[in-house]
Structure formats: C-alpha cells, structure tokens
C-alpha cells in the first residue's frame, strides 16, 4: 500500500457509523483452496516459480497457498501489525508497511504484483496501479481481485430499497470502492494495463446463501453445484469477485517477442 497520509494502518479502523460493532481483523484468515474461488483463480494465472509481489497480503493465508499451489518466491506487504504477525508465522516473508518507490527499488523486480481483495478498499486504488507497474520485470503482470457489486445478492437489495453493509463479504463496511467487470476493467486500462485475463469466482460461502430462500433449504454440496454452474453461465450476475490479470503495454510485447539466437 501507499504512504498513508496520516489515515489508519487498516480499513478496519473506520467503519465507524455503518457497523454496531468492531469488525474481527483476522475474519478472512483461512481462504479455501478451490478453484472456483479466488486462490484458485489467482493461482491459474500465476507463472510456476514466478516472483510474487503480495500487496496487502493479510494474514497470508493467501500468499501462502500461492507459494505451494506456484512454487512461487513470494515477499508481502501488509501494514497492519496484527496481521502481519500471523503471516510471518506462516512462514512469509512480510514488510510492514506501506507500498513506495524506495521499497520497489530495495525489493523488486517482480514477474507478478498481486493485489487480493484490496484495492476496493483503499480512496485512490489508481495510483497505486500505477505504483505498482514499476515493480514489475519486462514480462510481469499486475493481477487483482475485486468484489463484483453487481452480485444478484446485491441487485435484489436495491431492487428494495436496501444497501446494507457487513461485516464479511460484498458489502463489507471497509469497502470504499465498487466495482463490476466494466469498471474494473477501466480502472486497469486507464493505469495502462493492458487486460489478458478475466474471470469470475463462485463465491459459495457467501452470507446470502445461507440467509435467503430457497438457498438455505439446500443442501450444501446442491447449492455449491448450482452456484458454481450459474457464476460460469453468468458470472456478471452471480460471479462474487472479478479477477483481473493486466500487463504494461511493453510488457505485453516484451512477453510475445520471440527469443532469437
């Protein structure tokens, strides 16, 4: 992440007037390895043995499925303490603090930056694109995961009048950004990335489908089935997150040119 400017080290700091209650800063510790989802998702558009830049990488559960699922040599930066902790006992090699040019030159080049669920987070996710995109080799990507607002979940609760925020989910309270395919894809290409990549997670385990009828009078392993066909049939209305992989103009060609002896 980027210097803060005098703003909280965590998004958990501010949801203040949206919640009754603190939110738990570890609520998305333990990210399921399927590859439906966004582990998986992610994994799928990450070279083996890449060198794996994780900017806000949390408690790591991501990151460190990404290293055995890639084999990838990974370093992450999240500026939360608490969180932080748990990833280095993970095993990662974590930087406290926030994304910045010095940090890219003492750490990088990277082959892929990875941004997991953390841009719609933050008031000025461009610039940090943009940021980004000089960390990168010749040949690397930027890939992000973002929440999709334009979940039926959520349509049906403006359809009645409703937006409600949450702890966990689409509608976490921490969320300052929203985005569906198109804006995602627009942020991306006005920090002059070039999109290769775009998929759709399942997102099963989301609150609605076990709050709302007739989702939570099925079974689990009948409604899983179901919401994984429907998010590949129409992953614009039942996609959870949208996983984004983009390359620098030059990168893009550097990746296709031919090596010539």
């Not at 609760?157 to 300052?176: C, E």
Request: proline share 7%; net charge neutral; with cysteine.
């Amino acid at each position: 992440m980027s210097d803060s400017g005098g703003q909280p080290s965590s998004p958990d700091a501010v949801t203040a007037g949206f919640l009754d209650h603190a939110v738990d800063p570890l609520r998305y510790d333990g990210q399921s390895n399927d590859p439906d989802e966004v582990v998986g998702v992610l994994s799928s558009m990450i070279p083996d043995g890449a060198r794996v830049l994780d900017i806000g990488c949390g408690t790591g559960s991501v990151s460190a499925q990404l290293i055995s699922n890639r084999n990838v040599s990974l370093v992450g930066i999240e500026p939360d303490p608490a969180r932080a902790r748990l990833a280095r006992d993970r095993g990662i090699t974590v930087r406290s603090t926030y994304l910045s040019t010095d940090l890219i030159r003492e750490l990088g080049p990277f082959d892929v930056v990875v941004f997991a669920d953390v841009l719609e987070h933050l008031p000025d996710p461009w610039r940090l694109l943009v940021l980004a995109k000089s960390a990168l080799t010749p040949s690397g990507r930027i890939i992000v995961s973002v929440p999709n607002v334009a979940h039926w979940s959520v349509r049906t609760d403006l359809l009645r009048g409703r937006f409600l925020y949450r702890d966990t989910g689409i509608m976490d309270a921490t969320h300052l950004r929203w985005f569906t395919e198109a804006g995602i894809r627009y942020l991306l290409e006005s920090a002059h990335l070039s999109v290769e990549s775009v998929r759709a997670t399942a997102g099963v385990e989301l609150p609605c489908y076990y709050e709302r009828l007739p989702w939570r009078r099925m079974s689990w392993s009948t409604r899983a089935a179901i919401v994984r066909r429907a998010a590949k049939r129409w992953p614009r209305l039942f996609g959870c997150q949208w996983v984004v992989s983009g390359r620098p103009p030059t990168a893009r060609v550097a990746a296709e040119t031919p090596i010539t002896s």
